[in-house]
């Protein structure tokens, strides 16, 4: 019974750590300071600028080369802060509205169109990029080099002949910026928008008027600031929504670097195959370098703003040569959107796929995921295709299940004459313990056989808690009647309560514990769990109704067996 109790504190810990994990989720969610720390879970008014996007200490150093002067951007103090913006760049094509900025030809605002804010308010896309004082979160790029030249990075003024570009009946549109450099090297960046794509490239053209040969680097990086995360998780650690960067080497595949990592100094990884991105839930911004050449990972800060601005980036380590009179071009593609699984596995780009975290059960949460999608494309319903999930699950563990109710009916049938040893030894708990397992031997009953199984079936519903919480393919996902969103609480709290009656149902088949504590924790936990669960996904909330009610049918099917027999 000590065996049964430790299980069932362990699973208790279990739950309610999950339980209090979603509750800071639903807080960080919903708290009205949220989008404007930076969150943006809320859309805002187009062609807002805030602090500085472009300062001199945010430029990358260029590699040192054999043929060329040493690096262009020396390690100096920072500058002060300045408002820095030119003309704005209206984009939108059929899936994103976004904004570039002549100064530095910067990405500064992207909404994300199919991605509403609440399904409340549809016509309001999410934020996902933007200049919302003091917040910040914008994609820069440009090119670098020796200290002979001027180059094209994101603090120059790009000139352009269009304000706007709309997606028409075309494969895609393009928005071209223009900056002449003083020693007669002409460039052209040029973004890149397809249709029913969150990817865009940026091309820089070189066309080397000079009567000297060319050598630059390409490099790009997101800066941000820190995504607010009001509460506290104590030792419970961080919220299972990771916001903050990511860098990914073909070396040591992929790793968070937090803004607290950022701070403590800066990252310098070189590698012949990787990217870097900015996390949040359910959304990616990343930098794709693609091509065969060796790249170099960074990081920085810059504090001489109003909120410190974190950067993420990559700057190739392989020089572009241009001989004089010549032209040339250098690319790289950048991703920004949700963290759609198809949509990443169509980039075709080595890990991108981990930036949908799934935790420590990623091998059990990625084939429920594959699972629940597939079933989603049969069914078009989220809500049918989780409840179709907990069937399949529920008959693949059905011989464990089986042998866990046969083995509480057996106990269950034992209760009389437990009831009658506890009465006869009394206070007695030694000789209780001894007689209770001679019983226990004599019917051939393992009062451990009702605990075990259950176990096995844990790292299931954990998996699946996470597939819940981070999949976007579930964000606003609506089931029918009152539940519009599957990853958002039951508005009604219908699931919650239903969940807690089958709770109870469940305890009314199993044999009472005869601890007084565990007896009593028993008895409140249809309660406990009702109160908790009111803030739970729905979607994990109707797994667990639905899970609860074929157990219930099992185990009552099975409990009659054994009672009549």
Request: aromatic share 10%; hydrophobic share 40%.
């Amino acid at each position: 019974m000590d065996f049964r109790r430790l299980i069932l504190f362990g699973a208790l810990g279990l739950v309610l750590m999950m339980i209090w994990q979603s509750w800071i989720q639903f807080q960080v969610e919903h708290d009205p300071n949220y989008a404007a720390q930076g969150g943006t879970e809320s859309a805002t008014g187009a062609g807002t600028t805030g602090g500085s996007t472009n300062l001199s200490d945010d430029i990358p150093t260029a590699p040192a080369v054999t043929t060329e002067a040493a690096p262009a951007t020396p390690e100096s103090e920072p500058a002060a802060e300045a408002a820095t913006t030119g003309r704005i760049i209206n984009v939108e094509t059929d899936v994103i509205r976004a904004q570039i900025d002549t100064h530095g030809g910067d990405l500064v605002r992207v909404e994300l169109l199919k991605h509403p804010v609440s399904v409340e308010t549809p016509d309001d896309p999410f934020v996902l990029m933007h200049r919302d004082s003091p917040a910040l979160y914008v994609a820069q790029s440009g090119l670098i080099g020796s200290s002979e030249r001027e180059y094209p990075n994101h603090n120059v003024e790009f000139t352009t002949d269009r304000d706007s570009v709309t997606l028409g009946d075309g494969e895609d549109v393009q928005v071209v910026l223009r900056w002449d450099a003083p020693d007669g090297v002409a460039y052209t960046k040029t973004y890149t928008f397809r249709r029913d794509s969150y990817r865009i490239d940026v091309d820089f053209g070189v066309e080397n008027r000079s009567d000297t040969d060319w050598t630059g680097f390409f490099y790009g990086q997101l800066k941000q600031t820190e995504v607010s995360q009001p509460g506290s998780m104590g030792f419970l650690g961080r919220l299972p929504s990771y916001n903050g960067a990511v860098i990914y080497t073909g070396e040591e595949k992929y790793e968070k670097v937090n803004y607290g990592d950022i701070a403590d100094g800066p990252l310098n990884v070189t590698t012949g195959t990787g990217w870097v991105a900015m996390l949040q839930h359910y959304f990616v911004g990343a930098w794709l370098p693609g091509g065969t050449s060796a790249v170099q990972l960074y990081s920085g800060v810059s504090r001489n703003t109003t909120l410190p601005q974190y950067r993420i980036g990559f700057k190739q380590t392989e020089p572009v040569h241009i001989a004089a009179g010549g032209s040339g071009n250098v690319s790289s593609s950048l991703f920004v959107g949700p963290k759609n699984q198809k949509r990443l596995n169509a980039l075709e780009v080595e890990g991108i796929e981990l930036t949908v975290d799934y935790g420590w059960l990623t091998p059990v949460a990625e084939p429920l995921f594959w699972l629940l999608q597939k079933i989603h494309d049969l069914v078009g319903n989220w809500g049918w295709a989780i409840i179709l999930l907990t069937v399949l699950v529920k008959l693949v563990f059905f011989p464990l299940s089986a042998a866990s109710y046969k083995s509480m009916a057996k106990m269950k049938k034992l209760q009389p004459r437990l009831q009658t040893l506890k009465e006869r030894y009394g206070d007695d708990k030694q000789k209780f313990q001894q007689e209770m397992m001679k019983l226990y031997k004599t019917e051939k009953v393992n009062p451990a056989g009702g605990c075990l199984p259950i176990l096995v079936q844990i790292p299931v519903f954990i998996a699946l808690y996470w597939v819940l919480l981070e999949s976007v393919e579930l964000r606003q996902a609506d089931f029918a009647l009152w539940l519009r969103d599957l990853s958002l609480p039951d508005p009604y709290f219908v699931l919650p309560i239903i969940m807690g009656a089958s709770m109870l149902a469940q305890q009314l088949l199993n044999p009472a514990p005869l601890d007084p504590l565990q007896k009593k924790i028993m008895t409140a936990l249809p309660v406990v769990f009702t109160v908790f669960f009111l803030w739970f996904p729905a979607g994990l909330v109707l797994y667990w109704v639905v899970n609860n009610l074929l157990s219930i049918a099992q185990q009552y099917f099975i409990t009659r067996k054994y009672q009549s027999s």
